[in-house]
């Protein structure tokens, strides 16, 4: 009898855990070279957070260069369009990729952030929820795409759990 109630609770933990968090992404991802020039290319905001974007630059560009990227152009902030009143991100990404380009990277990286915010509630846990994609600039393709979701734990930091999302992201990509 307790090795069935401690199989439930466990099972019951799993599940609680197991819906904290989504992470979907491309089936098969290439193997990227990262010796290679790489671009790290806006991360667009689709949350009513204020520079939700670039703090999620911030992040990818951080945790590009610790698992090994070394060679990583980060796009000239003329190029950001960061704002709730004329969200141009279509055009933003556009002049992103042909700078990328003309930079010489191999690999880009761009995304979106949906979510990146505290909860409204007694807890106000986190929540982020981002998309990434790396582009092979030579053929123009998307080599690997991925999304992922994530909320904390109410004293958790929005920032870690962002670090969070972005790191399995990153891992899925095999970056």
Known sequence: MRRAVSA????????????CSVLDHSAAAPR??????????????????AQAGLRAEA?????LRARGVADLAVYPPALN????????????????????RGSGARYAVYGAVDEW??????????AVGITLHV???ASGAVA?????????WSRE?????????????????QI
Do not use: C, M
Not at 8 to 19: D, Q, S, V
Not at 32 to 49: G, M, Q, R, Y
Not at 82 to 94: G, I, N
Not at 119 to 124: L, N, Q
């Open 8 to 19: 439930t609770a466990i099972l019951l933990l799993a599940t609680l855990f197991g819906a």
């Open 144 to 152: 690997w795409s991925g999304a992922s979701a994530k909320t904390g």
């Open 81 to 100: 369009k960061d704002t709730l009143f004329e969200p141009a991100e279509r055009k933003v990404q556009d002049e992103a990729l042909q700078w990328a």
């Open 157 to 173: 930091a929005l920032s870690a759990v962002a670090q969070k999302v972005i790191r399995d992201l990153l891992a899925g990509a």
């Open 32 to 49: 990227f070279d990262k010796s290679a020039k790489w671009a790290l290319l806006p991360i667009v905001n689709h949350t009513e957070t």
């Open 135 to 137: 582009v092979d600039l």
């Open 117 to 126: 915010r505290y909860k409204v509630g007694i807890d106000g846990e986190p």
């Open 59 to 63: 992040v990818t560009e951080a945790l």
